[in-house]
């Protein structure tokens, strides 16, 4: 796999990658981590886990035999090798998002779950933000503690290389709209950070992960994710989280993008029914929805004909809220070539391949094009 | 632009382009005014057509009683107040304008009496007539706006 072949079909264009996955084993993190919750982490980096699933850490609670014949699980470690692999995958910039502490909104310990949070902000930073390295950092919020969330946010504001606040989505509860994380929101609005929401599949008696009942995981995948958008959209629309920060921007990752038209048409309908319920909603929530929100590509739908993905794409915005994504290293992972394939024209595919993201999250124009562009002149 | 404000064009489109392009109006008698107190509401026959009439804090207006939404009788729903909740009520739940806003008993969607527009969605608004006193004698035009 040389660089060259992989970029054919994004040549010439910035290649941001919304959601690529750091290793954050517990052993990685202890030396970031306060006492006495440093001893829990050293402790659980000394016992075999599988797969984004430690008890304590990322309890997913996997019922589910592994698959026979076994399954990609792919991590990786340093940032050396997350550029490395990033680029020959054709990725200019990666935007880096926990492994297992995707489960993290799960930990029920508040104490140990803020120190937990605040070493992995310290860890992620320290490590893996490196000018020139191309890999940016999201903030990750500590649903357990808004308090203490926002000194976090207004810590890492301004710190070279942290371009979001993540939001731990799986089984998190409330769901993000509740009102005990508007501070939460409200810093983020304040220091121009997007939010991000990524969940992933999990088990737990939170709304909506009560997945226990489904045999295997295909069944808990197709679910997990989509669900856990879908509720978090509504619990973000319900109490008028984009009207009540309308300069919050909100990122949906790892759930596709095929859900979000039929939820968007469903709260415009209901808006019109309900509306002296959430009076602060003065537009349709579509309307607020294709101003502040954004929809990372992967798992990208693979329809037959794939003038149907742009087609639906194009209900809630299409390449102006589109961002792409690849969810490297994960079993599931997206090739920017996926994207190639698409009929769009070559701005929307700019678009959605980068340049979106490069004014949400305010990153330089890569070296690898202003050079190039300074060339024939 | 949203399936609802294309229903709300047909449905505006059904309603008034055959009378309003092909005659003048045509007043015709409801009653007398003492039977649309300041508050009231009544649904009239009007031609062919249904109107409600409302008496909005001693102005009167008509609407044709077809939601623009799925086509219910919107005239006979409840009349309410209007809901707000913004910046300039700190974010709190504030009813205002009471009496001046029309609830569909179908789908809930609410219309402001005195402009016609749904609250919810601001292209999308019931067709009024002209409404006037004469001698005693409430009349409503229909055709010609």
Redesign the interface.
């Known amino acids: 796999m040389s660089v060259q072949t992989n970029r054919a079909a994004t040549d010439g264009m910035v290649v941001v990658d919304c959601d690529v996955h750091l290793n954050d084993l517990p052993q990685y993190i202890a030396p970031y981590c306060e006492m006495p919750w440093r001893k829990s982490l050293e402790l659980l980096g000394s016992i075999p886990q599988r797969y984004l699933d430690i008890p304590g850490y990322c309890p997913a609670l996997v019922a589910t035999p592994p698959l026979p014949g076994g399954h990609a699980s792919r991590s990786v470690d340093t940032p050396q090798a997350m550029r490395n692999e990033l680029s020959a995958l054709g990725v200019d910039y990666g935007i880096l998002l926990p492994d297992y502490l995707l489960g993290f909104a799960l930990l029920s310990n508040i104490e140990y779950a803020t120190a937990l949070s605040r070493a992995y902000n310290r860890w992620m930073v320290a490590e893996w933000l490196r000018e020139g390295n191309g890999l940016y950092g999201a903030v990750m919020a500590c649903p357990q503690n808004p308090e203490e969330t926002v000194r976090e946010i207004e810590r890492y504001a301004g710190t070279p290389g942290v371009v979001a606040v993540y939001l731990p989505t799986a089984g998190v509860d409330p769901l993000w709209g509740h009102r005990r994380y508007d501070r939460i929101l409200a810093a983020a609005e304040a220091a121009e950070l997007p939010v991000m929401l990524h969940s992933v599949t999990v088990t737990s008696p939170a709304f909506p992960t009560q997945i226990n009942q489904f045999e295997n995981h295909f069944g808990k995948q197709i679910i997990g994710h989509t669900f856990a958008m879908m509720a978090n959209l509504a619990s973000l629309m319900h109490t ?1 989280v984009p ?2 920060y309308p300069k919050l921007q909100i990122v949906f990752t790892e759930a596709g993008v095929g859900w979000v038209p039929g939820m968007m ?1 469903r709260m ?1 309908r209901y ?6 319920q959430v ?2 909603l ?1 537009e ?1 929530p ?1 309307d607020y929805m294709k101003r502040q929100m954004w929809f990372a590509t992967q798992p990208v739908e693979e329809p037959v004909n794939p003038k149907y993905l742009v087609e639906t794409m194009e209900h809630y915005g299409g390449a102006d809220r589109t961002l792409f994504a690849s969810d490297w290293p994960h079993h599931d992972f997206d090739h920017p070539r996926c994207l190639a394939r698409l009929p769009l024209t070559q701005e929307q595919r700019r678009k959605i391949m980068g340049e979106n993201a490069l004014s949400l999250f305010k990153l330089p124009i890569p070296e690898r094009l202003t050079k190039k562009e300074k060339q024939p002149a | 632009m949203s399936d609802n404000h294309e229903v709300a064009e047909r449905a505006a489109e059904a309603e008034t382009k055959a009378p309003r392009s092909a005659r003048a109006p045509v007043e015709y008698p409801v009653g007398s005014a003492s039977e649309f107190p300041p508050g009231s509401h009544k649904i009239v026959q009007v031609g062919t057509q249904e109107v409600g009439v409302f008496n909005v804090n001693g102005d009167l207006h008509a609407l044709i009683n077809v939601c623009p939404h799925q086509y219910g009788p919107v005239c006979a729903g409840r009349v309410g107040g209007e809901m707000r909740c913004n910046a300039s009520t700190d974010w709190k739940f504030h009813w205002s304008r009471d009496g001046e806003i029309l609830i569909c008993p179908w789908h809930g969607h609410e219309f402001d009496l005195v402009t016609g527009r749904c609250l919810a969605l601001k292209e999308m608004r019931l067709r009024k007539c002209k409404v006037n006193v004469v001698d005693g004698e409430v009349r409503v035009s229909l055709g010609g706006g």
């Open positions: 008028g009207a009540r048409w415009d808006h019109q029914e309900f509306r002296r009076p602060f003065e349709r579509s």
